[in-house]
């Protein structure tokens, strides 16, 4: 059974910095991977960033350059480093995995979700 656990959310001002943490029970032998998503009050889940099992790392447009997606595998933890934030990075932010197979596209076929973490950047 798959359990993600966010923390590290909390307020912070325009320009700043926030650090993410995921605990995750995935097996990184398993071959998941894992991904940031984030979303606001009225609008669709959004996917920020992923890391595929052999540390490949992609990003949503909007972040690219500001965010990073890393992985520890010995504490099976999920990260995403934000820095600089801008007031356009208030969200909930969700840690999820996928199990390996072949998607459609990118963000699609995350199954396991966290609770979410809160995001406010002011």
């Known amino acids: 059974h798959v359990q993600l656990v966010e923390s590290g959310g909390g307020s912070a001002q325009a320009g700043g910095s926030l650090r993410l943490s995921c605990a995750t029970t995935v097996d990184r032998d398993h071959s998941y991977c894992m991904a940031w998503f984030r979303q606001t009050p009225g609008k669709e889940r959004e996917g920020v960033a992923t890391?595929?099992?052999?540390?490949?790392?992609r990003y949503a447009g909007p972040v690219k350059g500001r965010f990073t997606i890393s992985q520890d595998n010995a504490k099976n933890t999920l990260y995403l480093d934000m820095n600089p934030l801008k007031f356009e990075d208030t969200a909930m932010y969700y840690c999820?995995?996928?199990?390996?197979?072949?998607?459609?596209?990118?963000?699609?076929?995350?199954?396991?979700w966290g609770q979410g973490t809160q995001v406010t950047v002011s």
């Open positions: 890391i595929d099992p052999d540390g490949t790392t």
């Open positions: 999820a995995a996928r199990p390996p197979g072949t998607y459609p596209h990118l963000w699609f076929g995350y199954d396991h």
